[in-house]
């Protein structure tokens, strides 16, 4: 093809690229104008800062207070953000689905005596929603805004997402806290108690208990279940000393939870007797009194039993620059390199190993606990199994030898770490599962299968 004709092509191709473009933006931008004029109210979810809620008898009041919702009627109480948040999205965006016109007439439409009606004030301004009945079929609603005389008809999932009970429009977190300002959590389960202090970033200690070894990750882990813990439904708002006796609260709880952050008491958390798979429980000595999942109970008492920090090594993965594993005279050494580590066998052959690899490898061995101290012995026997762990400077971390299987579940291994020599047993599996990712590592790719 001739340059010239190809610069023809090119100019038409161009020409019609820009003609294609151009008439997408303005459909574009009609129908975004379309959509804009569909709105019911033109403003922006920002800008509202008051809804009241009407069905028959019963008003619920919502107030942004310094950007936080609060529920002022018909009770005082913090509002769940994200609820009230799509709420005030779906009512400032909202749109119709057809518009019917004037209606002298409303009783066919449920609007002389409308189920549903949701005022709100936004920039000063106060608007009206009323909601009748539902359309043929029940795919919308019939409403009508503010002064307008106009009959019109929403969509039946948005009539769904403004109208929210008070349950659904409650902050139903059990406890407000952040995980990583905690510094005391106290927890009494009739005669199970426990009392954990934040010393450093990352040591916890029992309180009467200070040769315990607390495990911190699984002070965390309390706490994050507290964290998310819910209310599932709300039974008395002022409850009297009677019920509270009834509900197992009073005059002494059942159960209790205290946690503080910083130097100040932040949440306390009462609990009392079952009712079916829920307990009864309390915030604080004024709150209301609601249900809670009796899950909540089993999780408190068995993250109680697994605190003792019962981990073979405890160090830190960044620390280890050199491995040495393997059976005695057939053992392998990684050293760290900058992305990867280089590892070396028995038989001085070499490979490569990727950082992530290895360093999993660690972090297995990290997660392996014993379930016994044993004794220490003046003279332990040689092991059939050994790791060791050393720093950049090839000052040793740690070194396990294998010493026996007792019985079919657990392996006996002697652990030193700096002066200290312990025996422990180790449940086998996990045990094993490690020994065989390590040996996996020494592989070459493709040796597996």
Do not use: C, N
Request: proline share 5%.
């Amino acid at each position: 093809m001739k340059p010239r004709r190809l610069l023809a092509f090119l100019a038409v191709f161009v020409v019609l690229a820009g003609a294609y473009f151009l008439l997408s933006w303005q459909e574009s931008r009609k129908e975004a104008a379309e959509q804009a004029a569909k709105r019911l109210f033109q403003l922006k979810d920002a800008h509202i800062s008051a809804l009241t809620l009407k069905k028959g008898k019963e008003v619920i009041r919502l107030e942004k207070q310094e950007k936080v919702w609060q529920i002022t009627r018909p009770v005082q109480a913090k509002a769940d953000q994200d609820v009230v948040r799509s709420l005030v999205s779906s009512l400032a965006y909202l749109s119709r689905e057809r518009t019917l016109g004037e209606e002298k007439d409303l009783k066919p439409f449920g609007l002389d005596q409308p189920t549903f009606i949701l005022e709100f004030s936004a920039q000063g301004k106060a608007h009206r929603l009323v909601i009748g009945s539902a359309t043929p079929g029940k795919h919308g609603y019939y409403a009508q805004r503010d002064q307008s005389p106009e009959v019109l008809v929403i969509s039946a999932a948005d009539k769904y997402t403004l109208d929210r009970p008070l349950t659904a429009l409650r902050d139903k977190r059990l406890v407000e806290i952040s995980v990583a300002k905690v510094k005391r959590l106290k927890i009494r389960l009739d005669s199970l108690q426990a009392d954990l202090r934040q010393v450093s970033p990352a040591v916890w200690k029992w309180s009467g208990r200070e040769k315990f070894k607390v495990r911190p990750d699984r002070v965390e882990s309390l706490l994050r279940r507290l964290d998310m813990a819910r209310i599932k439904e709300f039974v008395s708002e002022k409850p009297r000393a009677r019920e509270l006796a009834a509900f197992g609260l009073a005059p002494q709880p059942q159960g209790e939870v205290i946690i503080t952050q910083g130097k100040e008491e932040t949440a306390t958390l009462f609990l009392g007797r079952s009712r079916k798979q829920d307990i009864y429980a309390r915030k604080g000595r004024t709150g209301p009194v609601f249900l809670v999942a009796q899950r909540l109970l089993k999780d408190l008492q068995d993250g109680i039993a697994r605190l003792e920090d019962r981990r073979l090594w405890t160090g830190q993965v960044a620390e280890v620059h050199q491995v040495v594993w393997g059976p005695p005279g057939q053992t392998w050494t990684a050293v760290k390199a900058a992305k990867s580590w280089k590892l070396t066998g028995p038989d001085r052959q070499s490979l490569s190993q990727s950082a992530l690899r290895l360093e999993a490898g660690l972090v297995k061995f990290q997660d392996l606990e014993y379930t016994e101290l044993l004794p220490a012995v003046a003279t332990p026997q040689p092991g059939t199994y050994l790791l060791e762990l050393k720093d950049s400077a090839g000052k040793p971390l740690l070194a396990l030898a294998e010493l026996a299987k007792p019985d079919k579940d657990k392996v006996e291994v002697s652990l030193k770490r700096g002066k200290k020599v312990e025996r422990a047993l180790v449940p086998l599996k996990p045990y094993q599962e490690w020994q065989e990712y390590m040996q996996k590592l020494t592989e070459k790719p493709g040796e597996s299968g």
